[in-house]
């Protein structure tokens, strides 16, 4: 079986994919049922400690009822009033019989043992009893941790109490009696409890029912389970008794194996079936899937060559077939799409044309903002002269008596004077524009006044003025004052363009967002080397005496800072329209 062939192709990462999911799952089931396993144990655990507590606390109870039963008894009062060990001990040890306890001890007044039962070395723990009786002072019970040669036992120590009508109560003496924590013990407890228990003192273990050579720092929450490792095998734990010198565990790896080997067997044999499985698949993919793919991957070299026409042969009613199907859809759809290429690429032929014209204006806006600064400041520096030479011609005109040839020409100077100081403030006022004061108006009543203005003056009777103002035109924030000389310098221009006159359309119209107003004449129009200087600052094509080519720099300049813009259409021989753009409250029209 060749490692190139079809079906190996498929059976090997179908396998690999088998094994993965295997591990996977594996590796989901372990951590899973692990979980499950330390809150099941946790929650037995837990279950375990109130048990242990009850086993505890019932024996305590018995213990301390049982003591004070003997602490009571006259006949032991009365021997250890005597203080006489021999009589203590014979009375203690007729009790101890009934008693219940592993040990019996029978203090004095001065915490003197009079009487041991339980042990022979119950003598030498008399130190270890000393602070346990320096603590049982009192007419109450009390009980302990009596530890000495490696032994432990839980005590409940009571006093032994009489009273006389003189002194009234007072004490006698203690009684001791204890269980000896050992083997035999813990393993009682560790069939009540169900779990594994082990006595520590001072975190050290003492006494348990498994083997423990040592045990981890303490746990700071002794209410919570903790985990723990001893000899290589995990154990939940948690600490029990009153003082916390018990440790109860449970085995997590032992519970953990008991549930997952019946699933890690499950686990392999769907594994190995679903090997089985991929070789099947394998065999039936390589003769069933072979010979539709290989029409396929000729039809796709066709289509690939750009014959959009070639069919696809195949007629099984399988997913293969429904591949061809949507395969020759695509091939269809693919021959669409070319046409629709086809025409996208016009499309962005003609916005890249606009594009151009956009990137024309961002020049012609970088072009006059440079010529600008030079004007400016030339402008400025042309300003003081030129009034010093108006001064002295002024001077002159008054003092002089001469003939009328020589005041002609002095006027004539004087004339030149004023023209060139109104070209440089014209100048300036373009490149540094006076903050004019915006209102609210209607652009209507502006375009109105301007052509009422000029109906007389400018548009001397040979121009057909037609209006198509849109009575729906919004008001806007603007300059009355610089719109009303921007329309003018279109007007005038208009005029300038039909010196035999001819037909001025003037209209308004607005959108969503701007308000438009177009001057539209029949006149020579505008030659196409010239359309992207018009704007230029000294730009002319007037005779010099009718121009000087700042108008529609200035007109540029207002539009611009209203945030507008001039667009300009034109067509040699037959006339222009320039569309000013001014834009809407957007507050008001959101």
């Known amino acids: 079986m060749s490692f190139s062939s079809l079906r190996t192709k498929v059976l090997i990462p179908v396998a690999i994919m088998i094994l993965a999911v295997i ?27 109130r048990v242990f507590h009850e086993l505890q606390g019932h024996e305590l109870d018995l213990l301390t009822e049982k003591s004070w039963v ?78 000495a040669n490696g032994s432990f036992y839980r005590i409940i120590g009571v006093p032994i109490l009489t009273s006389d009508e003189i002194a009234g109560v007072y004490l006698l003496g203690h009684v001791v009696t204890g269980k000896l924590i050992d083997q035999t013990y813990l393993a009682a407890l ?49 600490t029990a008794g009153r003082h916390g010198n018990y440790l109860l565990l449970k085995s997590v790896d032992r519970a953990f194996q008991r549930i997952m080997r019946p699933i890690e067997r499950t686990i392999l044999f ?30 796709t070299e066709k289509i690939t060559a750009g014959d959009y026409d070639y069919q696809i042969d195949i007629r099984s009613q399988d997913e293969i ?64 002269p030129i009034h010093n030479i108006q001064s002295c011609l002024e001077a002159v005109r008054r003092k002089m008596t001469g003939g009328e040839t020589v005041r002609e020409f002095v006027d004539l100077a004087y004339d030149e004077v004023l023209r060139i100081g109104q070209l440089t403030r014209q100048m300036l006022d373009f490149y540094r524009p006076y903050a004019a004061r915006k209102e609210r108006i209607n652009v209507n009543s502006i375009v109105e006044e301007v052509l009422k203005s000029s109906e007389t003056t400018s548009l001397n009777g040979k121009i057909d003025l037609v209006k198509r103002l849109s009575p729906d035109v919004a008001e806007i924030s603007a300059s009355p004052d610089q719109l009303k000389q921007v329309f003018l310098n279109l007007v005038l221009n208009a005029v300038d363009a039909m010196p035999n006159g001819g037909q001025l359309k003037v209209a308004t119209h607005m959108d969503d967002a701007f308000v438009y107003v177009a001057f539209e004449d029949n006149g020579c129009g505008i030659a196409a080397e010239n359309k992207d200087k018009i704007f ?21 300049g207002i539009v611009q800072s209203h945030d507008g813009s001039i667009r300009v259409e034109s067509e040699p021989g037959k006339g222009s329209k320039f569309t000013v753009q001014l834009p809407l409250d957007r507050d008001k029209h959101a």
């Open 70 to 147: 003997i602490a009571q008894a006259p006949h032991l009062k009365a021997a250890v009033d005597t203080g006489d060990s021999t009589t203590v001990q014979r009375v203690a040890g007729e009790m101890f019989g009934t008693l219940g306890s592993d040990i019996l001890i029978i203090a004095g007044r001065q915490k003197q043992i009079l009487a041991q039962n339980g042990s022979s070395r119950l003598y030498r723990w008399t130190a270890a009893l000393d602070s346990f009786f320096a603590e049982n002072t009192g007419f109450e019970s009390k009980s302990g941790l009596l530890a």
């Open 321 to 384: 077939g429904q591949l061809s199907v949507k395969f020759d859809q695509m091939r269809a759809t693919l021959k669409q799409k070319i046409a629709q290429l086809n025409e996208r690429n016009l499309e962005l032929e003609a916005a890249l044309r606009k594009l151009e014209a956009a990137q024309q204006e961002l020049v012609r806006s970088e072009r006059l903002a440079a010529t600008g600064k030079i004007t400016a400041q030339l402008s400025h520096e042309l300003n003081n």
């Open 536 to 556: 230029d600052a000294f730009f002319t094509t007037k005779v010099q005496t009718n121009g000087v080519g700042l108008g529609l720099s200035v007109s540029y």
């Open 190 to 238: 560790k069939a009540l409890v169900e779990c594994e228990v082990v006595f520590q003192y001072q975190s050290r273990p003492v006494v348990a029912t498994l083997p423990v050579a040592h045990l981890p720092s303490p746990h700071n929450d002794a209410s919570s389970a903790f985990e723990l490792t001893l000899a290589g095998e995990a154990f939940l734990a948690q």
């Open 270 to 299: 769907v594994g190995l079936f679903g090997i089985l499985a991929a070789i099947l698949i394998s065999v039936y993919i390589s003769y069933g899937i072979v010979t539709p793919v290989g029409k396929l991957v000729r039809a």
């Open 23 to 49: 591990l996977v799952a594996l590796a989901v089931v372990n951590q899973v049922v692990r979980r499950q396993v330390l809150a099941n144990i946790s929650h037995d655990l837990q279950t375990s400690r």
